[in-house]
């Protein structure tokens, strides 16, 4: 229990990883993870929130609002670097 909180206290603007079937396709092909993130937060503050939480390098971050109202955030890693790896990390996989 004592894990999991210091997991969300870590996790500032990433709320939960995404786990729709396009997410993991994304996974495979793109080398992308989707995480649902908060309405305030930044392609910059997402991106260091992965790096610095996966000890990976991020190429790209892409954000968009969901007709939900949530906001999504399409992370794309260096190629030195797997998103298969942290997605079964993450229990998506």
């Known amino acids: 229990?004592?894990?999991?909180?210091?997991?969300?206290?870590?996790?500032?603007?990433?709320?939960?990883?995404h786990l729709a079937e396009k997410s993991m396709n994304?996974?495979?092909?793109?080398?992308?993870?989707?995480?649902?993130?908060?309405?305030?937060a930044t392609k910059k503050d997402v991106k260091r929130?992965?790096?610095?939480?996966?000890d990976v390098r991020v190429s790209k971050v892409n954000l968009e609002i969901t007709r939900k109202g949530e906001k999504k955030a399409y992370v794309r890693l260096h190629p030195d670097y797997s998103a298969a790896d942290i997605a079964s990390r993450l229990g998506m996989l």
Do not use: D
């Open 26 to 40: 994304l996974v495979e092909m793109e080398n992308k993870l989707v995480f649902i993130v908060r309405r305030n």
């Open 1 to 17: 229990m004592a894990e999991k909180n210091t997991q969300s206290a870590q996790w500032k603007f990433l709320m939960h990883p």
């Open 49 to 54: 929130e992965v790096e610095g939480i996966f």
